[in-house]
């Protein structure tokens, strides 16, 4: 009898274990609804892959333009919503689909086995096929996948060109990357010997640059394999059935053809080869736009980080000064996490884990995570130059009549601060940057631009040097800045 009751027990744990999660998607299900009342579609894509989806300038503003794009504005037409459109590294885009910081992904993804898991998807929209981009000295040399065995190919992290290569290529070396750009980038600098990619992408490059070639790369492909498709929320299935009338729309009117039409001219107008006889291909000049935007952004950055960085720090030297272990252990446990954590992944948390409580924008989570980060390091700074004072100028100025505080502040720190200037000076260059980590949540600083110009420009040595150059002068003036105040404080002490 008690066997009995433990079996009904047990069996009636594991059928509401397996079937109500699934009665709580369906009762959850307002996906449509949501879109609605907000009254806006976020979709997620990251724009380095014509003529899926790449960046063009257009009428001078900075636009996000694609066949992806024009699919998502069919869809948010057909909803009688507004579109607005994040750009976030493709390794990225499920994570932020997941904690709702976008509604759908359309960003010729294709709908994996894998994938399926995680989040839903729509029908195919697209099938495109799948190419390999070489040196266009080596076009006769590979012809095939088989032709590289053991050689070093690159592809896309967390694409289904990753997946291929592991699984039809297991003697070849990977070199998984985010960005298109980065591959290219890799190809032409003779890092690796192949990319593996979306066949129509790899028509666009190829048009557009002559140090490429393609071929078709003959991958045995499954059907989930052959095309792209608009990821949503898993049990998203009011707004799947939504797209999926819209992807009807397209296939019935073949309009994914002019889409492609569309985006390959945009392509070309980027590019100044617009047709006429007098027109030219711009050169890394045409794009300063991208620059200043993306210097005013690591600037911003920079700025408000050193701010925030720094009254964080200040706080957490006093608490680990404290003889009260409550206040101490705290600020301790803080500082040796920060430290020892990669801020790549803390950027990601701030964005992603904590966004799914609480929304913060992209730009916000970034300042937010570099502050943080910089707030353990100048608490240690600012901890050693309070340490390297001695204590008899505290006891003097206690003689005096004055309390803890006002010799702290009075006579402790501006000793302290004068030691610890070139410290902390340095870490106010590291944070100029170290604050290009926050691209891959995709914030438009200097980094990110810079990917933009190497996407639109196709080329991938010149835009670096920019950004090298601008990095530099940005840190050089600051160093000038600060050591002008270094002198001043040696000569007032004099």
């Known amino acids: 009898m008690m066997k009995r009751k433990i079996m009904t027990i047990v069996l009636s744990i594991i059928l509401i274990s397996t079937f109500l999660p699934k009665i709580q998607v369906l009762a959850a299900d307002n996906s449509l609804k949501k879109v609605k009342s907000k009254e806006t579609l976020v979709v997620g894509t990251s724009a380095d892959f014509p003529p899926y989806e790449f960046h063009a300038t257009l009428d001078g503003q900075d636009e996000i333009v694609g066949m992806d794009i024009s699919i998502a504005e069919k869809i948010a037409e057909d909803l009688g919503v507004k579109l607005e459109i994040q750009d976030i590294g493709f390794d990225s885009l499920l994570p932020a689909l997941e904690v709702g910081k976008v509604d759908i992904i359309i960003s010729g993804m294709s709908a994996s086995d894998e994938r399926k898991e995680s989040v839903d998807f729509s029908e195919v929209y697209y099938i495109g096929g799948q190419n390999i981009v070489v040196r266009p000295s080596d076009n006769e040399i590979y012809t095939s996948k088989d032709d590289l065995y053991q050689k070093k190919i690159g592809v896309q992290t967390g694409s289904i060109q990753e997946s291929l290569a592991k699984e039809q290529m297991p003697d070849s070396s990977i070199l998984s990357l985010s960005k298109i750009t ?50 949503v929320k898993k049990g998203s299935a009011s707004l799947v059935t939504a ?45 300063w736009s991208y620059f200043a935007k993306g210097t005013g952004y690591t600037i911003l950055i920079s700025v408000l980080s050193v701010f925030f960085g720094s009254i964080l720090g200040v706080i957490l030297s006093l608490m680990r000064l404290s003889d009260r272990k409550l206040i101490r252990l705290p600020a301790t446990a803080y500082v040796e996490f920060v430290r020892g954590t990669p801020m790549m992944i803390q950027v990601m948390f701030i964005y992603f884990a904590v966004g799914y409580l609480i929304n913060i924008p992209a730009l916000a989570s970034g300042i937010i995570a570099v502050s943080l980060n910089s707030g353990a390091y100048i608490s240690e700074i600012i901890r050693s130059g309070l340490n390297s004072v001695n204590k008899g100028q505290t006891e003097a100025a206690r003689s005096l009549g004055m309390s803890k505080k006002t010799a702290m502040r009075y006579i402790v720190f501006p000793q302290a601060l004068k030691n610890i200037w070139p410290a902390l000076g340095n870490e106010f260059i590291t944070i100029i940057k170290e604050s290009s980590i926050v691209s891959i949540i995709g914030v438009g600083d ?26 530099f002068i940005l840190t050089f003036s600051l160093t000038k800045l600060l050591n002008h105040y270094e002198r001043k404080m040696n000569h007032d002490q004099i």
């Open 446 to 471: 200097l980094i990110f631009q810079t990917k933009i110009v190497t996407s639109l420009s196709y080329r991938g040595i010149a835009p670096l040097a920019v950004t090298m150059v601008i990095y």
């Open 243 to 287: 797209i999926n009338q819209s992807i009807s729309t397209i296939k019935e009117n073949n309009l994914t053809e002019d889409y492609l039409k569309e985006a390959g001219e945009l392509l070309k107008e980027s590019q100044g080869q617009d047709g006429q006889e007098d027109s030219k291909p711009k050169t890394i000049i045409n794009y």
């Open 182 to 231: 980065d591959l290219i980038l890799a190809l032409k600098t003779n890092k690796i010997e192949a990319i593996i990619m979306e066949k129509p992408s790899a028509m666009a490059y190829v048009a557009n640059d002559n140090g490429l070639a393609t071929f078709d790369g003959g991958f045995e492909l499954q059907e989930d394999e052959q095309g792209a498709a608009v990821a």
